[in-house]
Each structure stands twice: as structure tokens, then as C-alpha cells.
């Protein structure tokens, strides 16, 4: 499983108090609803679902530990990594061809 340095680095010196959102993208042969389930068993709240059976959580950063341990994860990374949606492009962030 991918575990990006961001998640490495709140894994090892966790914040107490302090909550980050996180990505967690399931496994090709995960059942969301139970990567779901399995994450908030570990503290999480699931904020919303994401394209393909992918979830968008908070997690307190004490507990980010025990949702890298989640069965059916492909790879845990930070929601700042998610890329720019089309609510958040500009002009500048669109090519055009000629």
C-alpha cells in the first residue's frame, strides 16, 4: 500500500488535538462499504465518498496510525493531494488548443 510522505510524516509525530483529511483509495478488490465502516471503526468520519469507491475522511492525527492498518486500501494520502475539480479551475488552469 502507497502511504505518502505528508501521512508518513503525521504517522510518526502526530499532533494531539489536531484532525487532517485524508484520502483513502480502496483496493481493486475492496468493498468500499467496508473500507468504510473498517475506517471509522479506527476513528475516522467519512466525509463523503469519492470517485471510484474512494473516500474522503477526517481523522484525528492520533489515529492515523490505526486507518493506515485499514484492509482494502490501495494508498492513504492527504486531501491536499487531490487534484483541481472543475468548481476550483480557472482560465489559467485550462489549455486550449488553436
Same mark, same amino acid.
Given at each position: 500500500?502507497?502511504?505518502?510522505?505528508? *501521512?508518513?510524516? $503525521?504517522?510518526?509525530? =502526530? #499532533?494531539e &488535538?489536531?484532525?487532517? &483529511?485524508?484520502?483513502l483509495? !480502496?483496493? =481493486?478488490?475492496?468493498? =468500499?462499504?467496508? *473500507?468504510?465502516?473498517?475506517?471509522?471503526?479506527? &476513528?475516522? %468520519?467519512?466525509?463523503?465518498?469519492?470517485?471510484?469507491?474512494?473516500?474522503?475522511? !477526517?481523522?484525528?492525527?492520533?489515529?492515523?496510525?490505526?486507518?493506515?492498518?485499514?484492509? &482494502?486500501?490501495?494508498?492513504?494520502? %492527504? !486531501?491536499?493531494? $487531490?487534484? #483541481? !475539480?472543475?468548481?476550483?479551475? %480557472?482560465?489559467?488552469?485550462?489549455?486550449?488548443?488553436?
Amino acid at each position: 500500500m502507497y502511504v505518502s510522505r505528508a *501521512v508518513e510524516s $503525521i504517522r510518526s509525530d =502526530p #499532533i494531539e &488535538g489536531e484532525s487532517i &483529511g485524508l484520502v483513502l483509495e !480502496t483496493a =481493486p478488490d475492496a468493498d =468500499p462499504d467496508a *473500507v468504510a465502516a473498517a475506517a471509522e471503526a479506527a &476513528g475516522a %468520519t467519512v466525509d463523503r465518498r469519492l470517485q471510484f469507491d474512494d473516500l474522503a475522511v !477526517t481523522v484525528p492525527q492520533l489515529a492515523v496510525d490505526d486507518i493506515c492498518a485499514v484492509d &482494502g486500501l490501495a494508498a492513504v494520502q %492527504t !486531501t491536499d493531494a $487531490i487534484s #483541481i !475539480t472543475h468548481e476550483d479551475a %480557472t482560465d489559467e488552469d485550462v489549455e486550449f488548443d488553436d
